[in-house]
């Protein structure tokens, strides 16, 4: 299954008033958004401990990393 980093940022950043980002991968992150922005440096979300859908918050963005549900075989089914 893929994973999703959802960064939820607790003020705009100028020019957009976008708070919610999703990337595929922690460097995905720095891409788009500087550690300034995000309040935490790369190196420290590579060692925070995202993996097993965990938070990070910090005083500026709210960092998450969940398991991107996609359609397919395997769907559970009500009975």
């Known amino acids: 299954m893929a994973k999703v980093i959802h960064v939820h940022l607790l003020h705009?950043?100028?020019g957009t008033?976008?708070?919610d980002w999703y990337f595929s991968s922690i460097s995905a992150v720095y891409t788009v958004l500087t550690a300034d922005q995000v309040g935490a440096t790369k190196n420290y979300l590579l060692h925070a401990g995202l993996s097993g859908n965990?938070?990070?918050?910090t005083k500026k963005a709210i960092i998450k990393q969940s398991t991107l549900i996609s359609g397919g075989s395997?769907?559970?089914?009500?009975e």
């Open 74 to 78: 395997g769907a559970i089914t009500k």
């Open 12 to 14: 705009s950043i100028e």
């Open 17 to 19: 008033k976008r708070k």
């Open 54 to 57: 965990g938070t990070v918050c």
